[in-house]
Each structure stands twice: as C-alpha cells, then as structure tokens.
C-alpha cells in the first residue's frame, strides 16, 4: 500500500514497475498516462496496469499520478512563494482552475485557504525547509 507520501512504495524489486515510478517522478509536471508510462518501459498499457497494481494493492497509475501531483502541491503550498498559478503548472495541471477544483475535492480546501490555514497555524510556510526534499530526488 502507499504511504501519505505517494512517491513511496517499498519493497518491489519489480525492475517494470520501478522503471514505471521513475518515470512517473520525472515526468509527472508533464501530460502523462499509462500509455506514455508504458510506451517509456517499454511494456503494453494493459500489462503495466496489472503490473502497477499488484505492486501497488490495487491504486492505478491514474490516481498515482493524481496523489503524487497533489502531494507536490501541498508541498509547493508550504515551502514556496508561488502563485497558485505556477504551482498549478509545476504540478501537470492544465490550467489553475482545473488544479484548484482537484485540489478542493481531494483535500477539502482550496489552495489559498489550504495556505493560509497552514500559514496561521505555523505548520508550514514559505521559505521554510522542504521535509520532504530527499523524497523528491
């Protein structure tokens, strides 16, 4: 199962499946799906869905992509100074609406509520250390 933090998944030794992820790392700012994941492994798109879900108890590689999208802009939300803008397009989302709509359903707020509620709180805040930043490597 995945962790609260998307990017980690241990245990595989599936040399298809890391590949998958480190792609997917690379390339998720980007517009990707399982068939562009596939064709960069090297692997058809229904196989490496069978795959991604065995490894992963059963998450795709849609809602992958989604988790870890959202995961870098709750961290963007936190430890930059970013409009929700920039933050959109640094994430793969089209446009800041798209994003900010995504980001409300998933987390409960929007974007800049989400920011300043952590802002207030002093649980996160710009120009703090990154926790998560051997994660992103």
Avoid: W
């Amino acid at each position: 199962e995945l962790s609260n933090d998307p990017c980690e998944v241990s245990g595989s030794t599936n040399k298809v499946f890391l590949n998958a992820m480190d792609y997917i790392r690379e390339h998720y700012a980007t517009t990707i799906n399982i068939k562009t994941v596939a064709d960069a492994v090297s692997i058809s798109p229904s196989r490496l869905a069978d795959i991604f879900k065995e490894q992963t108890n059963g998450v795709t590689i849609g809602l992958f992509i989604d988790r870890l999208r959202l995961f870098r802009a709750v961290e963007f939300l936190g430890t930059t100074d970013m409009n929700i803008a920039q933050i959109a397009t640094a994430c793969g989302y089209g446009n800041q609406f798209s994003f900010s709509r995504r980001f409300k359903q998933l987390i409960g707020f929007s974007p800049l509520a989400y920011r300043k509620r952590c802002t207030e709180r002093h649980l996160i805040g710009p120009k703090r250390n990154n926790p998560f930043e051997s994660r992103l490597k």
